[in-house]
């Protein structure tokens, strides 16, 4: 089945401690990004992904890492997590065939994190 | 920049009755793309139509419909014939051709709520 696969799916930490949150996607697909959901904003863009060794910033990266080092990965870092991260976090995969901005985007299940 | 308004942040609707979904988009791009999200209490976001800004088509999939006028730039979402099962959050976003990717700019969302 054609998915993309985040974990964890629930985590509580506390502020201060690093914390990874992996992304797989099984679809080969070229562009993966990191988006958060936080009430009365929607999503927004983290970071994002072209192809391997081809990262950049989405709309709100401050606090964020990410790598992509293999073409279905895309872990997600948090070097020093503080309760402003406390949020919904999806990671999302797609082909770049045909037109920039045509491709939907095939979404995890998403990732909530809550910083104490 | 592209930006998309949801001026709906929560409806309520008995079933079986019609509703309508608002989204307003903004964008200087002559080729862009919208989409529209739902996302289940469950918390996945299901994909469920991609409109090019060349296609004015009004398009309608079962008990789905979706108008879409660039001279007022919007893509409304009409759901006939209201189930329980329709309760969700509905997302518009857009993605401009030529940015980043496949970056999708998201409204902060509708909250449906469907009741007996």
């Known amino acids: 089945e054609a998915q993309v696969t985040q974990n964890p799916r629930y985590l509580i930490t506390v502020t201060g401690k690093k914390l990874t949150v992996t992304c797989s996607q099984n679809m080969n697909h070229e562009y993966m990004s990191w988006y958060r959901q936080d009430p009365g904003l929607g999503l927004r863009q983290i970071y994002y992904s072209m192809n391997v060794e081809v990262t950049d910033k989405g709309d709100v990266p401050e606090g964020y890492k990410v790598s992509r080092k293999e073409k279905r990965n895309f872990p997600l870092i948090l070097e020093s997590p503080s309760p402003n991260q406390t949020s919904l976090y999806f990671c999302?995969?797609?082909?770049?065939?045909?037109?920039?901005?045509?491709?939907?985007?095939?979404f995890g299940a998403g990732s909530r994190l809550t910083v104490l | 920049a592209q930006k998309v308004t949801q001026a709906q942040t929560e409806i309520s609707v008995v079933e079986k009755e019609d509703v309508t979904l608002d989204c307003v988009y903004e964008?200087?791009?002559?080729?862009?793309?919208l989409f529209w999200y739902k996302q289940p209490p469950s918390g996945e976001l299901v994909f469920l139509i991609r409109r090019n800004s060349f296609d004015e088509q009004n398009e309608i999939s079962g008990r789905y419909s979706w108008n879409f006028q660039k001279s007022t730039s919007s893509f409304n979402f009409t759901i006939t014939a209201s189930q329980v099962v329709d309760s969700a959050v509905y997302f518009c976003?857009?993605?401009?051709?030529?940015?980043?990717?496949?970056?999708?700019?998201f409204g902060t969302g509708t909250q449906l709520k469907v009741e007996l």
């Open positions: 976003a857009l993605s401009e051709a030529g940015g980043g990717g496949n970056k999708l700019t």
């Open positions: 964008t200087r791009d002559t080729t862009y793309y």
């Open positions: 999302a995969s797609s082909s770049r065939t045909g037109i920039s901005g045509a491709n939907v985007l095939t």
